[in-house]
Nanobody, 124 residues
Framework: QVQLVESGGGLVQAGGSQRLSCVAS????????MGWFRQAPGKEREFVAT????????YYADTVKGRFTISRDNAKNTVYLQMNSLKPEDTAVYYC?????????????????WGQGTQVTVSS
């Protein structure tokens, strides 16, 4: 089992920045590809970004490309999501997820473990 705990959410003004963190425990973190997803009220959970086990491969949703950056520090068992130029439509609960594979993946059904989520609210 892998336990994931997100932090760093909150209220931010449009155009601002925020960094989310997700700390993993329970298994060898570097065995897992990681992903960030988000879910707005009344909408399905959607893919945001994913990173391979060593950070060598990264993929973003078109809606966040150029504004968000995913990274990981395997020594700290942590994956990050740096969010810049935030827009009101980025408002959602953000979840990190771990995949039982080192290869990145852009679909929520490919992930095996999920955090509890952290709320990000962008005001206009």
């Amino acid at each position: 089992q892998v336990q994931l705990v997100e932090s760093g959410g909150g209220l931010v003004q449009a155009g601002g920045s925020q960094r989310l963190s997700c700390v993993a425990s329970g298994r060898t973190f570097s065995n897992y590809a990681m992903g960030w997803f988000r879910q707005a009220p009344g909408k399905e959970r959607e893919f945001v970004a994913t990173i391979s086990w060593n950070g060598g491969r990264i993929y973003y949703a078109d809606t966040v490309k150029g504004r968000f950056t995913i990274s990981r520090d395997n020594a700290k068992n942590t994956v990050y999501l740096q969010m810049n130029s935030l827009k009101p439509e980025d408002t959602a609960v953000y979840y990190c997820a771990a995949r039982n594979s080192g290869s990145y993946y852009a679909d929520r059904y490919g992930y095996d473990y999920w955090g509890q989520g952290t709320q990000v609210t962008v005001s206009s």
